[in-house]
């Protein structure tokens, strides 16, 4: 089965530039978009990346996404960090059969 | 403006049946995925299925294929979510958000179902 594998947690202060991995267990990466979604405590999520690296209407430019075949993963980079971007943050992409796939989540805290 | 709006939270007893409703406006429903994401108390988030709307073509994820029905009525832009006999781990929120390319949302605001006798 396919699986992304994220950080459990990642913490970094206001103001730095951090950096969330999400790694697949087998085959290319790059063979289907990854997305990134935020979720705030006690709200439903947000997109804040879409096909790698597309930002939705309204996501700063903080934001950005990238893929890395040589280590088959995906990368969330948020720089400028503020302490609204705290938050879990998951990638998605599909499996072979077309199926969504969530990574575990990553808790991002910026103290 | 782009929606996706969900029904309201329920409180079920196990065996009953339940069917949570996903309503989208401000783009053509028809032409877009809808999928249903699952979310534990406290857990991450689960990929149950999707559908299209314009012609129903319905795909469950393995884990949830016959423990759940995903379903849409096109005339009136909205998809569900149902169970014909609820189990107490099925107590979770629940969310739709739209797919395909060159979007992958919104988000509706998620229903919270809660089972318990």
């Known amino acids: 089965n396919f699986m992304l594998t994220q950080p459990h947690s990642v913490s970094e202060s206001p103001g730095k530039t951090v950096t969330i991995s999400c790694t697949g267990s087998?085959?290319?990466?790059?063979?289907?978009?990854v997305q990134w979604y935020q979720q705030r405590p006690g709200s439903a999520p947000t997109t804040v990346i879409y096909?790698?690296?597309?930002?939705p209407s309204g996501v700063p430019d903080r934001f950005s996404g990238s893929i890395d075949s040589s280590s088959n993963s995906a990368s969330l980079t948020i720089s400028g960090l503020k302490t609204e971007d705290e938050a879990d943050y998951y990638c998605q992409s599909y499996d072979s059969s077309n199926q969504g796939v969530f990574g575990g989540g990553t808790k991002l805290t910026v103290l | 403006e782009v929606q996706l709006v969900q029904s309201g939270a329920e409180v079920k007893k196990p065996g009953e049946s339940l069917k949570i409703s996903c309503k989208g406006s401000?783009?053509?429903?028809?032409?877009?995925?809808i999928g249903w994401v699952r979310q534990m108390p406290g857990k991450g988030l689960e990929w149950m299925g999707i559908i299209y709307p314009g012609d129903s073509d319905t795909r469950y994820s393995p884990s949830f294929q016959g423990q759940v029905t995903i379903s849409a009525d096109k005339s009136i832009s909205t998809a569900y979510l149902q169970w014909s006999s609820l189990k107490a781990s099925d107590t979770a929120m629940y969310y739709c958000v739209r797919l395909g390319s060159g979007s992958h949302d919104p988000w509706g605001q998620g229903t919270l179902v809660t089972v318990s006798s």
């Open positions: 096909e790698d690296n597309q930002r």
């Open positions: 401000g783009y053509s429903f028809t032409s877009y995925w």
């Open positions: 087998s085959g290319s990466i790059a063979s289907n978009y």
